[in-house]
């Protein structure tokens, strides 16, 4: 298994970087490889939420589905795919930090 961590700090407030983690298609706007996402779920937010993001990796368009594991508000979001033989979890996590947001993001990538 291998595992990234990255943290990085935000001027914005705690809830407006959660919203931008948490709700798919603000995700979707913050991260420029991300081309289009399709719900796979009615519900686009929260535990289950499952959708289908395809981005541009290396030149080519690579889709994968996802789902929203765990989710407390202003806290842990969880995302979990199975693509490609390996479970991909990422946790983001926002806490507070000098009037602004820090933002944790742990991936665990586990092969089978």
Known sequence: MTR???TRSIK???NLVFKTVS???NFSKAIPHIMRV?????????I??????TRLMRGKEVSTELEVTEFVQDSP????AD???TVWDTLFEVSPNNGGTELTMTMNARAY
């Open 48 to 53: 289950g939420a499952r959708f289908r993001e």
């Open 23 to 25: 709700e798919i298609e």
């Open 77 to 80: 979001v969880r995302l979990v």
């Open 4 to 6: 990234t961590v990255v």
């Open 38 to 46: 399709e719900f796979l779920s009615e519900n686009k937010s929260g």
């Open 83 to 85: 693509s490609h033989g």
């Open 12 to 14: 914005a407030p705690i």
